[in-house]
C-alpha cells in the first residue's frame, strides 16, 4: 500500500516539477519511506505509521501541484465546456500535464487546427489562463477505458501527456498516437524536449491538417471549476442552503473510473441521491454522472467538479473549510458522506491522504485492491471504518 502510494505521490510530484516547482521534503520522504520497507526488522506498527505518514505526504504532493496549477494558470472558475464538435481539423489531448497543452495550444494558434482535451485533460478549461485561446475548442469523448472507439470516431491526431493509454490494436490508430513526458508505447511517435526545453509538436499538427475533423458523438456542455477558491466566493451560498435544510448532505463520489460493468453503481447512486444532496467530484470517475441532468439547488449545482484526481485536495479543503465555519471538532461530524472509485495508484494517495486527515467511514469501490491482505483490510474497518460499495 505505501509502495503504491509513493507512485502516485511521485505523479503528483512528476507534474508539478514539469511546471518548475518542487518540494525536496516530498523527496526525501520517499527515499526514507522506501529504505523502511526493505529493512526486515521494521514492525507492523512501525509501517501503519509510515503508510500514515505516506498520506501525509500525499496531501503535501497534491498541495504542490494545487499551487503550481494556480501559480502558472489562474484559479479554476466555473466554467461550461463544449462537448460536440466543429469543422476544423483537430488535435486531441490526453491524461494531466498542463505545461504539454500550453506548448500545443501555442503552437497551433492560428493554424486552423482545433485542440479538444480528453478525459483528465478536461479541468483545463476551469484555467483562466486557458480561456485567451480560440482554438482551445472542447472536451471529446469520455473516461480512459474508452479511448480505442472515441479515438476512432475522432480522426485527428492524439496527444498523449501521461498514463492511462489502451494499448491500440488498430494500427491507422496507433499511427495516430503521439507521446511525450512520462507517457510512452512501442510503435507511437514520442517527442522530447530540445536542448531548451521545448517540444516541438509540428508533426501533430501536419498530420492533423490533412485528416478529417472530428465525427460528433455528443453534444452540448458541462459544467466545472468548483476548486477550493471558487467554492470559498460561493462559500456563503452554500453555508446559508445547509443551514435552512435545502442542502443536506454532501457525497464526495471522487476517483478513477474503469471499464468493469459494476463500477454502474456510480452513475445509479448518483441518479438516485436525494434532491437535496450535492455531489463533489474530481478524477476520471465524474465521467459515470458528469452529463447528467441532476439540476442545481437555488442556484447551486447539484455537481461540484473540482478537476483531476489531484484536485482531491480541493475537496479536502472544502471540507476542513466548512469544519472550521460551523465549529466542529471532527471532520467527520460534517453531513459528508465518501464514495471513492479506486482504480490505481493515483486512487491509493488519495485514499491515504484522506486516512491520515481523519477521515472515516469511506466507501471503496468497485471492489478492495487486491494487495489489501485480510489483516490490513481488518485494520482499515476497525480504525477507519472502511467499507466498499
Known amino acids: 500500500m505505501i509502495v503504491y502510494g509513493i507512485k502516485g505521490m511521485a505523479a503528483y510530484t512528476n507534474h ?66 463544449n462537448i460536440g464538435t466543429r469543422n476544423n481539423p483537430a488535435i486531441l489531448i490526453s491524461r494531466h500535464d498542463l505545461s504539454d497543452l500550453e506548448e500545443l495550444l501555442e503552437q497551433t494558434k492560428g493554424t486552423g487546427v482545433d485542440v479538444y482535451t480528453h478525459s483528465e485533460m478536461l479541468p483545463a478549461h476551469f484555467y483562466p489562463y486557458f480561456k485567451k485561446y480560440e482554438n482551445l475548442y472542447g472536451n471529446y469523448g469520455n473516461a480512459w477505458h474508452k479511448q480505442l472507439e472515441e479515438f476512432k470516431t475522432f480522426n485527428g491526431p492524439i496527444v498523449f501527456t501521461t498514463n492511462c493509454i489502451v494499448p491500440p490494436k488498430d494500427e491507422e490508430i496507433k499511427n495516430r498516437i503521439f507521446t511525450t513526458g512520462s507517457a510512452g508505447y512501442t510503435g507511437c511517435k514520442h517527442i522530447e524536449k530540445d536542448e531548451n526545453g521545448k517540444k516541438d509538436f509540428s508533426e501533430v499538427i501536419n498530420m492533423a491538417k490533412k485528416l478529417k475533423s472530428p465525427t460528433e458523438i455528443e453534444s452540448g456542455k458541462i459544467i466545472g471549476g468548483f476548486a477550493h477558491n471558487q467554492v470559498s466566493i460561493l462559500i456563503d451560498k452554500v453555508v446559508e442552503n445547509i443551514k435552512n435544510g435545502n442542502i443536506k448532505e454532501f457525497v464526495v463520489m471522487a476517483g478513477c473510473d474503469g471499464r468493469m460493468k459494476s463500477r454502474e453503481y456510480y452513475t445509479e447512486k448518483a441518479k438516485n441521491l436525494p434532491k437535496d444532496s450535492v455531489i463533489l467530484t474530481a478524477g476520471c470517475a465524474k465521467y459515470r454522472y458528469n452529463k447528467l441532468e441532476l439540476g442545481d439547488i437555488n442556484g447551486i449545482p447539484r455537481i461540484l467538479d473540482a478537476g483531476q484526481c489531484n484536485d482531491s485536495y480541493s475537496l479536502v479543503r472544502i471540507a476542513l473549510k466548512l469544519k472550521e465555519i460551523f465549529n466542529l471538532k471532527d471532520i467527520n461530524e460534517l453531513p459528508i ?38 489483516n490490513i483490510k481488518n485494520f482499515l474497518v476497525e480504525k477507519f471504518n472502511i467499507s466498499t460499495i
Open 16 to 81: 508539478a516539477l514539469n511546471l518548475n516547482s518542487e518540494n525536496y521534503e516530498i523527496y526525501e520522504f520517499i527515499y526514507r519511506a522506501l529504505d523502511k520497507i526493505l529493512d526486515s526488522e521494521t514492525t507492523v506498527d512501525e509501517l501503519i505509521n509510515l503508510t500514515l505518514e505516506t498520506g501525509e505526504f500525499g496531501v503535501k504532493a497534491m498541495e504542490l501541484l494545487d499551487k503550481a496549477n494556480t501559480d502558472k494558470y489562474g484559479h479554476p472558475e466555473i466554467t461550461q465546456v
Open 337 to 374: 458522506k465518501y464514495d471513492i472509485a479506486w482504480y490505481e495508484q493515483k486512487a491509493v494517495i488519495v485514499l491515504l491522504a484522506l486516512l491520515y486527515l481523519g477521515v472515516k467511514n469511506i466507501k471503496l469501490g468497485p471492489t478492495l485492491p487486491a494487495f489489501l491482505s485480510p
